[in-house]
């Protein structure tokens, strides 16, 4: 089946680095996307990798392995805006997106 | 303001009812697409649109129906709610091409009783 794992929660320190890794399971890959929810709010995008390595988006940063069928997540000098739940998705061979289920961030002062 | 528009922002619904959650774009997306959202699982698609005319089945179809009259409406039917159905439901569009982000509306908060 396909699968797609990251851990439920994780707590950093407001100005600390944080990495929220991801694995997946999909029949054919097309693709990794990383989204971000605010509590009560929409899913927005924040990236899409599809090759192997490191794509860098000011303080956000996204890694592919495809033959690990992994992924992270790096969010750098960290502020209390980014508390909130950070999502993974797949796109399998059939371009349907498989989610995983979220990483809640919890910034602390 | 170009987006997604998602109606009601939540409801409250007795068991048995039918109940159309409306979604509506202004981006000219040929992609359409409706999920749900449940505490502790990831989002899961109920019914899709690649373009106006056509519809295709999610992950979680039962007990919903979509209609996709022109590009820029896309609304789900509950044809008689069942308590599983509360759920957080979320309308999301894209550009056509696999590989394009979804931009998501704010979301229904639906209740069934």
């Known amino acids: ?14 100005g600390a680095i944080v990495q929220i890794n991801c694995t997946y399971q999909t029949s054919g890959f097309n693709g990794l996307f990383w989204y971000q929810q605010h509590a009560g709010e929409a899913p927005t995008f924040l990236s899409y990798n599809v090759l192997d390595g490191l794509e860098e988006k ?46 809640k961030l919890i910034i602390k002062p | 303001i170009a987006g ?10 007795a068991a048995g009812r039918r109940m159309t959650l ?14 749900r959202q449940d505490l502790g699982l990831g989002l899961r698609l109920i019914h899709y649109s690649n373009t106006a005319g056509t519809t ?45 982000p979804q931009h998501f509306g704010d979301g229904t908060r639906l209740s069934i009783l």
């Open chain 2, 4 to 13: 997604i528009t998602q109606a009601p922002t939540s409801q409250i619904l």
């Open chain 1, 58 to 103: 000011g303080r956000f940063s996204s890694f592919l392995s495809r033959s690990k069928g992994y992924s992270y997540l790096l969010l750098k000098e960290l502020q209390m805006k980014d508390s909130a739940s950070y999502l993974c998705a797949a796109l399998d061979s059939n371009y349907q997106l498989i989610w995983g289920a979220g990483t």
């Open chain 2, 22 to 35: 409306r979604c509506t774009q202004d981006m000219r997306h040929n992609a359409m697409y409706w999920y």
């Open chain 1, 1 to 14: 089946g396909q699968n797609i794992d990251q851990p439920t929660e994780m707590t950093a320190t407001e």
């Open chain 2, 56 to 100: 295709g089945k999610g992950e979680v179809p039962d007990g919903y129906s979509v209609s996709r009259a022109n590009t820029d409406d896309f609304p789900l039917t509950l044809a008689s709610a069942v308590p599983s159905q509360t759920s957080v439901y979320f309308c999301a569009s894209s550009q056509t091409g696999g590989n394009q």
